[in-house]
């Protein structure tokens, strides 16, 4: 094995620099993982806080066996009959409502939400979206052109894109002291779209994550997805739930996380990937059957290579098995609602921690340099999960501030990795506060 500095110059050498490592100073090189350990070359053992694709723990062994027993049998498109698509297809239907029963099978998060796309403009006739300010879904052109986290350091906003504030009501435009901030936010979007139809403009789609995540873990308050579907449809466009990061159980009362709106929500297209395949690549787009038929009336065929494959559809079928046999929704919620406990005992110790949000192992910590403007504690927040790393804790930051500290552990996570983690961090917090210090700390190992 080459030793990490060698590894290191190679990847400088040989790989584009706009793909960037975890933590750049002091990069980790891991050779194996197990459930929610990754280990490196020296086989130190880092606690990994971070991978939410991982979703049923690290080489979860039932993952791997369907894996491998497929790929001796049979690997090849889905153009031919095959058990494991059609299986995997009608588990799927059955964690969903029932309106959403076709799929189309993919490869990513941002073939999913591409395709997203295609089907909302083919079924509407309208070409416009709505996106959320600050959010991400995904890379390729089409999708870059609705992620304001993108695009606003790039060409900008294209003349189809609107964007609407984020339901954040921590920091966003109505906080927590507004009288109706759901209606507020959902009011906002009523009017991005009264404005965009006064230029003429239609609307296609509406894009949210169900839980905004590169947006600094936003939980949107109940009933705003209710009113908002109201006022797209009434535009003739189409509601579409990016379940990327947060579906698959994260949440642990729910199965998707648009369904901690309340049961009477029901989206037009969920687009779903990362923690699908539990690292190995599939992702998946669930729409109503008008919405397929419109599709289909092009008379174009959709074929993608590899989507649907009966190595992916039976890793997808193992990772159903193991979220259902191992209970992982209920171990996600009493996991995530004592990391929040303790994670608020914290919030009552240390002033910099401004708010605490979450639901199962989908958690935030909005750090704050003061109580009055929120002002992201951004230097904090990098300096804190560099010294975590140094403990081996695996954590890291987002949203547009890049102040809020991300939970999305494996789904394994237990409450003594919850414990460590927070004993760690008050113990960094106070050496922080003592200290009066976040600055860059220097090499270590
Ligand atoms: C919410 C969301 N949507 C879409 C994507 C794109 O997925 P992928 O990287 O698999 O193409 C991501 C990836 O980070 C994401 O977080």
């Known amino acids: 094995m080459q030793a990490r500095p060698e590894t290191l110059a ?255 929500f029901v989206p037009d297209i969920v687009t779903m990937g990362k923690p699908m395949g539990n690292g190995h690549p599939i992702a998946c787009v669930a729409t109503t059957k008008e919405i397929a038929e419109a599709f289909a009336d092009t008379g174009v065929e959709y074929f993608n290579t590899f989507g649907g494959n009966p190595v992916s559809c039976a890793i997808g079928l193992a990772v159903l098995d193991v979220i259902e046999k191992e209970h992982l929704q209920a171990h996600a919620t009493q996991v995530g609602n004592f990391l929040m406990e303790l994670l608020n005992q914290q919030k009552v110790k240390h002033p910099i921690i401004g708010d605490v949000r979450g639901v199962g192992l989908f958690i935030g910590v909005d750090l704050i340099k003061d109580q009055e403007k929120r002002t992201p504690a951004t230097k904090e927040a990098e300096y804190l999960i560099t010294r975590l790393k140094r403990e081996y804790i695996l954590l890291s930051t987002d949203g547009p501030g890049r102040n809020v500290l991300k939970f999305k552990p494996p789904l394994c996570f237990t409450m003594d990795n919850a414990k460590l983690v927070v004993d760690k961090m008050d113990e960094i917090l106070t050496d922080m506060e003592r200290e009066k210090t976040c600055e860059p700390v220097g090499n270590h190992h």
């Open 10 to 264: 190679l990847r400088r050498q040989l790989i584009g620099s706009s793909c960037k490592l975890f933590f750049p100073e002091e990069p980790v090189k891991i050779v194996r993982a197990k459930g929610q350990y990754i280990y490196d070359e020296h086989g130190r053992e880092y606690l990994d806080c971070i991978n939410n694709v991982s979703h049923v723990g690290h080489c979860h062994p039932d993952v791997v066996k369907a894996a491998h027993e497929q790929n001796q049998l049979l690997n090849t498109n889905s153009r031919y009959l095959h058990d494991n698509l059609v299986d995997y297809a009608k588990r799927l239907s059955k964690t969903l409502p029932e309106k959403l029963c076709t799929f189309y099978f993919l490869n990513s998060g941002s073939e999913a939400n591409d395709l997203a796309l295609r089907l909302a403009r083919q079924y509407t006739k309208h070409k416009d979206v709505i996106v959320l300010d600050h959010a991400y879904h995904g890379h390729l052109t089409s999708l870059i052109d609705i992620s304001p986290y993108k695009f606003r350091n790039l060409e900008g906003q294209k003349e189809w894109v609107h964007v609407a504030p984020l339901p954040d009501t921590y920091r966003g435009m109505y906080r927590e002291d507004h009288k109706d901030s759901v209606l507020a936010y959902a009011n906002e979007v009523k009017k991005i779209i009264e404005q965009a139809q006064k230029k003429g403009r239609k609307i296609a789609a509406f894009f949210i994550e169900s839980l905004p995540s590169v947006g600094g873990q936003i939980i949107p308050p109940e009933g705003y997805f209710q009113m908002i579907a109201e006022h797209i449809h009434k535009a003739g466009g189409v509601f579409v739930a990016d379940e990327i990061q947060v579906g698959f159980g994260r949440v642990g009362k729910c199965f998707w996380a648009f369904q901690l709106q309340g049961e009477d």
